[in-house]
């Protein structure tokens, strides 16, 4: 008997592997595995997303109109150049799959979110793998890797899962000494979380240069994770490209009215932000603590920590400890970083536990 067989290049995926919310005997635990906020949802948002409930036998707007005005205003660029999709993530689709396909070349870093090298295999394309800079973009290997088969690039900032910034000196240089027809996508996942003096200059990029890509997501400093909520912003003709390949109802009418809601919720981005931003350097610091014992945090600058484990305490039994402590962590053995878990900025006291849980089994290992 024979069975429908699938392209090769799909039979080659890895398929993304979510972050854990229960321990392996379906406890519960305090999820730190997907760098989701911990402050929760914006009050407004909530209510504008309860609102909804009245339409549920309505499709929503295909055309996003609403969300794509506010976003317009929010960030001063222009709302028939949003593309949206289901998270983020489905927007990195559409840019592989409108700009790449069999035999073409897609370059990422080696240390780079995982749906980089599943939305290239997707559409037959190579993935080029850049090597990193001690966890960091590296923009001259990726310049080195550049040939006439590339198609795209995608480079997240900050880079996830390790946290680590890419200037806007260097994003500006690697855009500049890229061929015309080369699509650069700057991941800005995080990009909430940074200081205004760390902005990277995408959007503007993205505003005057036809061959870049900005991507960014309502699921982390919002407090959206659950509706999957992702946009973009580029040039009339690479949204036209990207929309004609677009699912026509990539989230619902109380996820865009939550979304709206949202992008009005200053005091608590800011606190979003403040909380994060105090908590990662307390974390970070106590990480330093344990140099002794091999332990080093990735310098940060997005809502989690990677911490290396580089002495007789491996990843994996911290992974385990924690997990047995009711702390889920993100171990990515899979993307090469068998020796370091990535662990989301919680609540005070959830960050305290797990700080003393490291010490303890550090001081345990020797």
């Known amino acids: 008997m024979t069975a429908p067989a699938p392209k090769p290049w799909i039979a080659a995926i890895a398929p993304y592997v979510p972050g854990r919310a229960t321990a392996d005997d379906g406890r519960r635990v305090v999820k730190l595995s997907s760098n989701e906020n911990p402050l929760g949802t914006p009050d407004t948002a909530r209510e504008a997303y309860r609102g909804a409930a009245t339409e549920l036998e309505r499709y ?4 996003a109109a609403e969300l794509r005005a506010a976003l317009a205003a929010h960030y001063g660029i222009e709302a028939d150049r949003i593309v949206y999709g289901t ?7 559409l840019a ?14 080696r240390y780079g979110f995982a749906v980089y090298d599943i ?24 310049l080195a890797r550049v040939t006439e088969r590339t198609k795209v690039i995608f480079v997240a900032n900050p880079n996830n899962p390790t946290g680590t910034y890419t200037s806007r000196e260097d994003i500006a240089r690697l855009h500049a000494a890229l061929p015309r027809d080369v699509l650069l996508v700057i991941d800005q996942a995080y990009t909430e979380y940074l200081d205004p003096e760390d902005d990277d200059g995408a959007l503007a990029l993205a505003r005057t240069e036809p061959n870049v890509l900005v991507t960014r997501t309502f699921s982390k400093i919002f407090g959206l994770a659950a509706e999957r909520i992702g946009w973009g912003y580029a040039s009339p003709a690479i949204i036209d490209a990207m929309h004609r390949i677009r699912a026509p109802f990539s989230f619902g009418i109380g996820a865009q009215r939550a979304a ?20 990662r350097g307390w974390f970070e610091r106590q990480i330093a603590a344990l140099s002794n014992h091999g332990l080093r945090a990735v310098p940060s600058k997005a809502n989690f920590v990677m911490v290396l484990f580089e002495g ?3 990843a994996g039994a911290a992974y385990q400890a924690l997990m047995a402590a009711g ?24 960050m305290r536990a797990v700080a003393e849980i490291l010490r303890t089994e550090a001081e345990r290992a020797g």
Do not use: C, K, M
């Not at 702390?327 to 990515?332: G, I, M, P």
């Open 60 to 63: 929503p707007d295909a055309s």
């Open 87 to 93: 998270g983020s993530d489905e927007v990195l689709h």
């Open 96 to 109: 592989a799959g409108a700009f790449a396909g069999v035999g073409d070349e897609i370059i990422h870093v």
């Open 119 to 142: 939305a290239t295999r997707r559409v037959g394309a190579v993935p080029v793998v850049a090597p990193d800079r001690d966890y960091a973009t590296d923009v001259d290997a990726i």
């Open 260 to 279: 709206i809601a949202a992008l009005d919720a200053h005091d608590f981005i800011a606190a979003s932000r403040d909380h994060n931003r105090t908590w």
């Open 312 to 314: 007789a305490l491996t």
């Open 327 to 350: 702390y889920a962590t993100r171990w990515l053995p899979g993307q090469g970083l068998a020796h370091g878990l990535r662990i989301t900025i919680g609540a005070e006291a959830d």
